[in-house]
């Protein structure tokens, strides 16, 4: 079975603050991907990256960031200098051999000015 | 590229009665859909995954004489909520698989029921 845990239910930071969201996963499978989304109040899911368990190596884009940590399951999304339009709800996700996507409960963040 | 919708994205209708709601690959050829059920402030749950042609794979807990899922053709899956209760009120959102990054899923807007 497949797992992903978002601890944190909700973050709020101000403007201007980096913030790192947590994500951990479970799964049997040796080849998997690991995905992050956000989720804006439309509602509409925003396709933000995807990590395929071979491929340790750590990604920035812009002023996102995430850093992929096999030996402890971990996939975790950095936002450096946070804006008002960074508030959404993130969700990481996992998918196995069998291309089904199991979500994390989602964090969502609140970024204040 | 790779765009999906959803029709429509919001609908209200009364108890009993049944709704339904379209999910299209505009520029692909999808596969595989998926829809996914999510509760206000909750995480989205899948409930079935169709492969067009056949019939779908619902997962555990999810009615399929409910949620009655047709997938006739590359580009066209719908969803029928029956005999709809306030209960099925919820965010229902697909995916599509296809198209030129084959494990890729695209996900449509999503469709706001509400049963009153």
């Known amino acids: 079975a497949q797992k992903v845990t978002q601890a944190q239910t909700e973050i709020s930071v101000v403007e201007k603050e980096d913030v790192t969201l947590d994500c951990v996963y479970e799964t049997r499978d040796t080849t998997y991907y690991l995905f992050w989304y956000k989720q804006p109040p439309s509602g509409e899911l925003v396709f933000l990256i995807r990590r395929n368990s071979f491929d340790e190596q750590n990604e920035i884009s812009g002023r996102y960031s995430w850093n992929f940590q096999k030996s402890t399951s971990s996939f975790n999304f950095t936002i450096t200098a946070s804006q008002v339009v960074d508030s959404a709800v993130y969700f990481c996700?996992?998918?196995?051999?069998?291309?089904?996507?199991?979500f994390g409960t989602g964090t969502r963040l609140q970024v204040t000015l | 590229g790779a765009v999906v919708s959803q029709h429509p994205s919001r609908v209200i209708c009364k108890s009993g009665t049944s709704v339904k709601i379209e999910c299209r690959s505009l520029?692909?050829?999808?596969?595989?859909m998926f829809w996914y059920r999510q509760f206000p402030k909750k995480s989205l749950m899948l409930m079935a995954t169709s492969n067009e042609g056949s019939k779908a794979t619902y997962e555990q807990g999810v009615e399929k004489d409910k949620f009655l899922i047709n997938h006739a053709s590359l580009t066209l899956s719908t969803l029928t909520v029956t005999s709809a209760h306030p209960e099925d009120s919820s965010f229902y959102i697909c995916s599509a698989q296809g198209g030129k990054a084959p494990y890729e899923q695209y996900f449509g807007p999503g469709t706001r029921l509400t049963v009153t």
């Open positions: 996700a996992l998918s196995g051999t069998a291309s089904k996507l199991t």
């Open positions: 520029d692909f050829q999808a596969t595989t």
